[in-house]
């Protein structure tokens, strides 16, 4: 969650990380420890907006004392712990998840993953041609949205941004269970049948690109998303007086796709319809 | 929370199931017939999201009427229930006794779970489905380990309707399974509990001393053979006493990870934030387990007792009972348990005149292993998918409903009975220094009296298996179930102790000791084994939900080589193994490959 320093200062927790001293502020997770050292952890299911899920795994470090290895994302920082992040055995574990991630989801449009399974010496292809994949074809179903859960790592946050998080729609929600299970709306239906008011919170926190605008997943298809090209803009909305912050990405001049700076105090990222889709307006020129 | 529903209407009977569970609708919005009314009050808000925890039932009420749940029928629970269809989908999707897709009113669950492969259950299921194919009005599924074990191959067949009907099979064959499930009232009464208690009427037992004697349907019955003593003496000693009691004792729990009972009664009690509740873990899941059942069904105010006096003792007024779905005849027994105690003041508003208040309510898991771990237990009650959440807040600060809970199983619950009727320093003395009191084990497979027994700690694996009578050509055991670990044939001295069976490298987990001989394949049982996890994991984390498919993908293409043919495999499993261990949320994709690895390590799998 977007942290806005409001009232006393919180007490500082001291505790080893890799060896050096390291101060946090209390309520701290090991994870901000490590991003104020200038350490990077690997991390997917994290999100600056919402609790940890600490679904992933991929985040793992090893904490003097404790059986099995922790979250990083999650775990709060105590006095006195002592937390190595980069052993054998943490990375270990991080180039596994890596790999079974790999060898089972397209990962293709989720940012960092590649420099990651390289640095993890992650092989995913050594499961096997026959290894279980996700196989799910794109569900284009509405004219704003595509939702291709052939890229979905189940990390939940966009069931916890429609949930009770921040949207409080509740459109979206797991099914099935273990290899199986799947963002749905229920009875698995298209999109129009369900609670969905197409806000695209979700599609703002899908860290893979399985939620994406239809305007992307279209132009990626004809080979002409071109990220390189793109130019991006924060103004304010104009459809009402809450005044979110709105990122248009310009592509050839045209707005590719709309996203919300989370570091707002106020909107954290979210928006609803009109300012996520209602653009169309802006660039009919006729 | 704005609610979206779709179109689907339920028929007649589904909204009966439901209205049945809560009551008539009150008001158009929950699905009654629109009246003047109406327009004038507004229902809904914190009242009815507080009826979250019916959802659970809803779906067991629907699934046991009409056999399946309709997205009409599901649309109109949510409604009556203010939850959003999506994650009332997304419960219902996670169990495996529901089913969202039409299907034959009668289902007959048929267990290929080790015990039962071993005693021939995929040629009974090959007969069954030529007996009973497409059109019979039956759909067969294979099921994980019914709990039957002592008695295998078993099966359960489920007839919906109203009231929805039960039968067991087991031992089964093709004729009597198929009878079953085509006619369940009229298939022949199951052996008594007693039957599975090969030891009945030894006078040396403790917790299986009146399973046999007692009429468990009787409270007056319960209390000539000692019952209610030890709720009386806790009284005596008010819930700090108790507590002491239990401390002194040694108890740990039962269920695998062996946590001192008494500090966790202690930590539970001492936690400012109220109501307090109890939870008893009775989704005896792991293969080979069946204790829970046989106590249940043979002594059941035992555990009705022994539940007050984990609530006297912690400060709770509420005690759930999570039974595990497929246990139709605990269920009953328990049901009518509770109703006597009720009627006769020994649970409700003023317990045994001593103005302590406690009630039980039952909760009927739907098939799913994960929700014997503690905290997806709780998020089973309280109507959301079983995922285990992570840990801290640890359950006796914030476990069911946000509050301080604590939660044991039926066998940790069943041994503060005695606690309190021998005292604390008789108890103790039971069994050795780092594991006291007895122990109760399922004992299957390759023996000639299977059956629940009860030592106290400390007899070896080999005094255990001759009293079950084990066969000639034993070769390997399995202690613990699938979560737990083989060992050889040679190794029957090792002591049936927690500190004993870790200094043996291998577990004693909930008690399962399940002997095979050489008819069934090893890579066999090791690829069900695998096939169980792949199918139990709840799917939240990657190391376990993609791990388990791809240890079962390896043992698959290994279970035909050995040696070099298999090197490359077994490197394979043993590095996603470690991962699981290391990097799952929960115990099951902890654990997940131990059986598998110890079967590689001690019995020379594949090699
Ligand atoms: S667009 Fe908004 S309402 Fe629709 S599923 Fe995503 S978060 Fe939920
Ligand atoms: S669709 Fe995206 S946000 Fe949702 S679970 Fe999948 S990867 Fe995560
Ligand atoms: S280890 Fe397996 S069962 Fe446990 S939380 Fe992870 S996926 Fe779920
Ligand atoms: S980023 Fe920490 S578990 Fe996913
Ligand atoms: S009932 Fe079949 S293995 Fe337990």
Redesign the pocket.
């Known amino acids: 969650m977007t942290a806005i320093p409001l009232g006393v200062p919180r007490r500082l927790v001291e505790f080893t990380l890799d060896g050096q001293e390291a101060r946090v502020p209390e309520g701290s997770t090991i994870l901000d420890a490590c991003r104020a050292a200038g350490k990077d952890i690997p991390t997917l299911c994290e999100g600056d907006t919402l609790r940890p899920k600490n679904a992933c795994r991929v985040c793992v470090v090893e904490v003097e004392g404790s059986r099995t290895l922790v979250p990083a994302c999650s775990r709060k920082a105590e006095p006195g712990m002592e937390v190595s992040t980069g052993t054998e055995r943490a990375r270990h574990s991080r180039k596994i998840v890596l790999e079974l991630l790999a060898s089972s989801v397209d990962l293709s449009t989720t940012p960092r993953v590649a420099g990651w399974l390289k640095e993890y010496e992650a092989k995913p292809d050594r499961f096997g041609p026959d290894a279980a994949r996700l196989n799910e074809e794109p569900k284009v179903d509405n004219e704003l949205y595509v939702r291709d859960y052939d890229k979905c790592i189940l990390c939940y946050k966009c069931v916890d941004a429609c949930g009770d998080q921040w949207q409080n729609t509740f459109a979206i929600s797991v099914a099935g269970r273990g290899f199986d299970a799947r963002i749905a709306v229920e009875h698995d239906a298209p999109l129009t049948d369900s609670a969905c008011v197409y806000c695209g919170n979700c599609i703002e926190v899908c860290p893979t690109g399985a939620l994406s605008f239809k305007s992307e997943f279209d132009m990626r298809a004809a080979g002409t998303w071109d990220e390189s090209a793109q130019t991006e803009t924060t103004t304010v909305c104009a459809y009402c007086g809450v005044g979110c912050n709105l990122t248009l990405h310009v592509q050839d001049n045209e707005i590719v796709k709309v996203t919300s700076p989370h570091d707002n105090p106020v909107t954290h990222g979210n928006l609803c319809i009109k300012g996520r889709f209602g653009y169309q307006h802006v660039q009919n020129r006729d | 929370m704005d609610l979206h529903f779709g179109d689907s209407k339920p028929t007649d009977d589904e909204r009966a199931a439901v209205d049945a569970l809560l009551g008539p609708p009150e008001s158009s919005w929950e699905g009654a017939d629109r009246s003047d009314a109406d327009l004038r009050w507004a229902r809904g808000g914190r009242a009815a999201r507080d009826r979250r925890d019916l959802l659970l039932p809803g779906l067991h009420a629907l699934n046991d009427r009409i056999g399946w749940i309709s997205e009409g029928a599901l649309d109109y629970l949510c409604r009556r229930l203010t939850v959003p269809p999506a994650e009332a989908y997304g419960v219902a999707t996670f169990y495996a006794l529901f089913s969202v897709r039409p299907r034959p009113a009668t289902v007959l669950h048929v267990?290929?779970?080790?015990?039962?492969?071993?005693?021939g259950?995929s040629e009974l299921c090959a007969g069954i489905e030529g007996r009973l194919g497409p059109g019979s009005g039956v759909s067969v599924q294979r099921?994980?380990?019914?709990?039957?074990?002592e008695?295998?191959?078993?099966a359960l067949a489920v007839k919906a309707g109203d009231p929805v009907r039960t039968a067991v099979s087991?031992p089964a064959t093709v004729e009597q399974a198929v009878l079953a499930a085509s006619a369940p009232d009229s298939a022949p009464e199951e052996p008594a509990a007693v039957m599975a208690v090969p030891q009945a009427g030894d006078p040396s037992l403790t917790l299986l001393r009146r399973v046999g004697v007692v009429d468990p349907a009787s409270l007056d019955d319960y209390r000539a053979h000692g019952g209610y003593t030890a709720l009386r003496r806790a009284f005596e000693l008010g819930p700090a006493g108790v507590i002491r009691e239990v401390t002194d004792s040694g108890l740990v729990g039962r269920g695998g990870a062996a946590f001192p009972t008494g500090r966790k009664w202690q930590a539970t009690a001492s936690q400012p934030d109220h109501p307090h509740y109890v939870v008893c873990n009775a989704d005896e899941s792991e293969?080979?387990?069946?204790k829970d059942r046989v106590l249940m069904e043979g002594d059941p105010y035992a555990l009705v007792e022994a539940m007050t006096i984990a609530g006297y003792a912690t400060g709770a007024h509420r005690g759930y009972l999570y039974l595990r779905g497929e246990y139709p005849r605990a269920l009953r027994r328990l049901e009518h348990a509770i109703a006597q105690a009720r009627a006769r003041g020994f649970l409700g508003d003023d317990v045994l005149g001593q103005g302590y208040a406690f009630d039980i309510e039952i909760r009927r898991g739907a098939g799913a292993y994960i929700c014997g771990e503690e905290t997806a237990l709780f998020n089973s009650i309280e109507g959301y998918r079983g995922e285990p959440r992570s840990k801290p807040p640890f359950p006796v600060e914030k476990g069911l409903f946000g509050k301080p809970t604590v939660e044991n199983n039926v066998e940790t619950l069943v041994n503060v009975l005695p606690v309190l009727t021998m005292g604390a320093p008789a108890y103790a003395a039971v069994g050795t220094a780092g594991s006291t009191g007895p122990k109760l084990y399922c004992v299957?497979g390759s023996v000639d009296r299977p059956g629940v027994y009860e030592l106290p700690f400390g007899a070896t694996l080999g005094e255990l298996l001759e009293l079950a009578g084990v066969r000639d050509g034993l070769r390997a055991v399995l202690l613990g179930g699938a979560a737990g670990g083989f060992v050889r044939a040679d190794e029957m001295d090792i002591p049936l102790t927690f500190e004993g069976t870790r200094a043996a490298g291998t577990t004693l987990g909930s008690g399962v000791v399940?002997a095979f001989d050489g008819t069934v394949p090893l890579p066999r049982l090791l690829l069900r084994i695998a096939e169980f996890f792949r199918d139990e994991s709840c799917g939240q984390c990657v190391p376990c939900r993609v791990g388990t498919v791809r240890q079962e993908e390896a043992l698959h293409r290994i279970a035909e080589r050995t040696g070099a043919a298999a090197a490359d495999d077994i490197a394979l499993l043993r590095e996603v193994g470690r991962a699981m261990r290391d990097a799952s949320i929960c115990g099951l994709g902890q654990t997940a490959w131990n059986a598998v690895e110890s079967a590689i390590d001690r019995l020379g799998a594949y090699a």
């Open positions: 267990c290929t779970d080790l015990a039962c492969a071993a005693a259950a099921s994980p380990c019914l709990g039957l074990c008695r295998a191959p078993a087991a293969p080979g387990t069946f299957s399940m």
